[in-house]
């Protein structure tokens, strides 16, 4: 998974899920990935440390893709790509 910048995600949809414990970012983005068409991009900003692992095993799970995450300044990012 490579890292993208801000710039090379335009488009994307954003769920903003700072200051959410888990689980409430992963069902925040859950319900989010419903309005999201096939192929294309979530991108979800979370607090939670342990949403690293959440996201990837909801990827897992729904079949949706992790296409990268990171950490800046205790903010994780992740951009989801909308299973086809």
């Known amino acids: 998974m490579a890292d993208r910048t801000e710039h090379e995600i335009d488009g994307a949809e954003l769920l903003d899920a700072r200051g959410l414990a888990c ?12 309005k999201v068409a096939p192929n294309h991009l979530l991108k979800v900003l979370s607090t ?13 799970v729904t079949g949706h ?14 951009v989801i790509r909308a299973k086809s």
């Not at 689980?23 to 419903?34: E, F, G, S, W, Y």
């Not at 690293?52 to 990827?59: E, K, L, M, P, R």
């Not at 893709?65 to 992740?78: A, C, I, N, Q, R």
């Open 48 to 60: 939670d440390p342990g949403s690293v692992a959440d996201f990837q095993a909801f990827c897992d």
């Open 23 to 34: 689980p409430l970012p992963v069902l925040k983005a859950k319900k989010a990935m419903r």
């Open 65 to 78: 893709t992790l296409e990268s995450h990171g950490e800046s300044d205790g903010v994780f990012s992740f």
